[in-house]
């Protein structure tokens, strides 16, 4: 419900800049201009704009990216925005509000809001469990865009659809029952519009996506039919070969258009992360240096062999270079073989098994991003002979960016299932790569290092 969302948004903002006043007076000790009532105002005035900055920036609508991380992004750059908006209001009311309460509150005000939003998301998950508020969805045509729309839905339960099925008169059957092998007759096949009708009316069917092609008769027909009935309708655009394209929505003369636009600050952009990494990377490298000399000093004790592990890899633009890894295995074990799949395997060393179980074995690429051929944050590195034999145009795709050390892939994912085999993370995230998604990335990465199953 926006209502409840609204709610939750100013309430954070308005309690963010209470708490920022009261701690102030609380450990500072002075007593400042105007007294709490000015910013109980403040507060109010934080709030209702919170609750308009967010809703004009789209934060109270139904949808969800991959892990949220779009959403979070957004709910920073509004945050600022808002309190951007804050500072010009104290300086037109002419109101003395003090510059360190201020920047307290925008302190507070970040984590409250997006701890706001993920309870309410997972109160939300709750009821939906549970049946509440569930809107079942009617998927017209069972073509590829009908079929990978079903199956984000199943993916993405947070979004509260229930998808009942396809109306497709051409429809494949055995195809349609490959999207859910659990219970395969719970999709529905309709093959007429008596059935389509009747369908609707039985499962109370709120939503309809047209994923394939209608004259425009038929269109017209299905949305007025839609309209009659307040069942929500969505068109689907099969835009998958371009998932690494920025899109934008716009129109001509009230005919809908989908752009893809070149990014203008894409160089800048790279240039800030190249700086970002190579700071990073040098203090990482600087505060770990003695557990990496410790490492290399039981590595040379465990096992014989070298302390490093090097391999070829494909990095930007296809250029190969030298990945550097903590050797993990015995220095007979097959170079290109299939990863270890668990934590018995006979190839690992005994050191070995708790730097892949803890990813340590990974702490020196942090030598490849000094070096320049890998970022912080991007795609894995693939190996040769898999980019020869097993990539097409759309994983080409991959090499656009730099490889990186942590990626949705490595916080979303465990290391079991290889990364050539589901490259919808990497497309998200070259779609939308900024310096701030890189930043949450990593910051994800950390308690995904606990939870990631790695042998």
């Known amino acids: 419900n926006p209502a409840c969302r609204s709610f939750c948004g100013l309430f954070c903002s308005f309690f963010a800049v209470i708490a920022a006043y009261c701690i102030y007076v609380e450990f500072v000790g002075n ?48 945050t600022l925005l808002l309190f951007l908006l804050l500072i010009l209001y104290t300086f037109f009311a002419r109101a003395e509000y003090s510059r360190i309460t201020l920047c307290l509150a925008l302190i507070l005000a970040l984590p409250l809001l997006l701890f706001g939003r993920f309870v309410f998301f997972k109160f939300n998950q709750y009821l939906y469990l549970r049946g509440v508020n569930i809107r079942r969805v009617l998927i017209y045509g069972a073509g590829p865009p009908g079929r990978l729309l079903f199956q984000s839905i199943l993916n993405t339960p947070k979004l509260g659809y229930d998808p009942i099925g396809f109306f497709d008169p051409d429809g494949d059957k055995e195809q349609i029952q490959e999207l859910c092998p659990q219970d395969p007759d719970r999709i529905l096949l309709l093959a007429s519009s008596e059935q389509c009708v009747q369908a609707i009316e039985e499962h109370k069917v709120q939503d309809i996506f047209l994923s394939s092609q209608m004259n425009g008769e038929e269109l017209y027909t299905l949305l007025a039919f839609c309209r009659d009935r ?27 258009l989908v752009s893809f636009k070149a990014q203008p600050l894409e160089v800048v952009e790279d240039w800030l992360r190249r700086g970002v990494d190579l700071v990073l990377s040098a203090l990482f490298l600087l505060i770990t240096a003695p557990f990496t000399l410790c490492m290399a000093l039981l590595i040379k004790l465990d096992s014989q062999g070298p302390i490093f592990f090097r391999q070829t890899r494909i990095g930007k633009d296809g250029a190969p270079f030298i990945i550097y890894k903590f050797r993990t295995m015995y220095t007979d074990a097959p170079v290109f073989h299939h990863s270890p799949t668990e934590s018995t395997d006979a190839r690992i060393t005994r050191v070995g098994r708790f730097l892949r179980k803890m990813s340590l074995d990974e702490l020196p690429q942090f030598l490849n991003v000094l070096e320049g051929t890998m970022s912080l944050v991007g795609p894995r590195p693939e190996m040769e002979f898999i980019v020869k034999n097993a990539y097409n145009d759309l994983y080409r795709q991959r090499l656009r960016v730099k490889p990186g050390i942590t990626g949705i892939w490595q916080i979303s994912a465990d290391r079991t299932r290889e990364i050539h085999e589901d490259i919808s993370y990497d497309l998200f995230y070259i779609a939308n790569r900024s310096l701030l998604l890189d930043m949450l990335i990593l910051i994800r990465t950390v308690p995904a290092l606990f939870m990631m199953k790695t042998y």
Request: proline letters at 7%; aromatic letters at 14%.
């Open 230 to 256: 307040q069942v929500a309708f969505h068109i689907v655009p099969y835009l998958q070969p371009l998932f690494t394209e920025k899109v934008e929505l716009s129109s001509i003369n009230g005919i809908p």
């Open 31 to 78: 007593s400042l201009p105007g007294g709490p009532v000015s910013y109980c105002r403040l507060g109010l005035f934080s709030g209702v704009f919170g609750t308009l900055t967010f809703y004009f920036t789209g934060l109270y609508r139904h949808q969800a990216s991959m892990m949220n991380l779009l959403e979070t992004r957004k709910v920073i750059k509004t």
